[in-house]
């Protein structure tokens, strides 16, 4: 788990009061607050005003533009944007729980059950940001949050773009190839190229961190982690961890496909692929609490809707 900081409260636009500091950036931090006047928990990012470029302003307005324009229930929703005093301020949804990140640190691997269920619902974010012709960009590990109802939240939409969106050029051509590079995709690295196939890829990348406990290619010299990414087959999972099952196996190797016509053509079909195997789920001690939740109950009634 994110370890926190005790701090002094603060307050921001005389309506956020800062409790503790979930992460500290180069120009920005996370927080943990309350909105006092409805009394709820938030998060509230901050961009300091003395590290304020005209391209981190135009990126920050840009992502809670984004965001507050995309309701999912795996998204956090954004109730503020403004500035104060301090500098830029985004204020959203508090969604508690652990990371994939924190999840491998305590687990190492991920059980088959719960890697399909996480990925599964990673693409049904997907599905709907691609159906908008959003693409995240930087899909990974520690973007991707497990509540303890089971339920996944993907995080930071900051590098996201809009497919043939005018801002797109303006956006993209003022950043240094945005993501992460040991989870890109080849034509990422290479060309700054993204489509619904470039966030696929990512997947591809965290499932197989989950199954195997390990990168996909995992080494000590991250330019020979990403030359892997361009020039070499990876080993297939269940060559690494046997109780992989053969359709997962597969539907991982076609994610990581280095050309993005070989992979999957949509969000949805992998969710389709890796839903069946989302059962039978075993206990994660720590992360996930046990037992029927209302939200759990409603999924119930959800999945009854067919057109």
């Known amino acids: 788990m994110i370890t926190r900081q005790e701090v002094s409260p603060m307050m921001v636009a005389g309506r956020y009061e800062l409790r503790q500091a979930l992460a500290r950036g180069g120009i920005g931090e996370l927080w943990e607050g309350v909105d006092v006047r409805l009394r709820r928990p938030v998060a509230v990012k901050r961009i300091r005003g003395d590290r304020l470029t005209e391209d981190a302003v135009r990126r920050f ?12 229930p795996g998204v956090a929703a954004v109730h503020d944007f ?24 305590a687990h190492d691997q991920v059980p088959v059950p719960w890697a399909a269920l996480i990925g599964a619902q ?31 939240v993907v995080l930071d939409f900051g590098m996201a773009t ?56 995992e080494a000590a010299d991250p330019a ?31 994610l990581l496909a280095k050309e993005p016509e070989r992979r999957p053509r949509r969000a949805e079909d ?3 692929r890796l839903l069946p195997y989302a059962r039978a789920l075993p206990p994660l001690p720590g992360v996930v609490d046990r037992g029927l939740r ?5 999924a119930r009634a959800v999945a009854r809707i067919s057109w």
């Open 294 to 298: 209302p939200v759990h109950l409603y």
């Open 122 to 152: 990673v693409c049904a974010v997907l599905s709907a940001a691609h159906e908008r012709s959003l693409i995240h960009r930087d899909l990974k590990p520690s973007n991707l949050m497990v509540c303890r109802d089971a339920t996944v």
């Open 224 to 254: 020979l982690e990403v030359r892997g990414h361009l020039e070499r087959e990876p080993v297939r999972p269940a060559v690494l961890e046997p109780s992989v099952p053969a359709e997962v196996d597969e539907v991982v190797m076609s």
């Open 82 to 105: 403004g500035s104060d005093d301090f500098g830029l301020f985004l204020v959203m949804d508090l969604v508690e729980g652990w990371t994939v990140t924190d999840v491998l640190d």
């Open 270 to 272: 992998v969710v389709r």
């Open 162 to 217: 809009v497919l043939d969106s005018s801002e797109q050029s303006l956006i993209t051509g003022t950043m240094d190839r945005p993501g992460t590079d040991v989870y890109m995709a080849p034509e990422q690295i290479t060309w700054g190229r993204v489509g619904a196939a470039t966030d696929l890829y990512a997947v591809g990348c965290v499932l197989y961190e989950m199954l195997t406990g390990r990168r996909v290619f």
């Open 61 to 72: 307005n840009r992502e809670a533009r984004v965001m507050a324009s995309f309701r999912h």
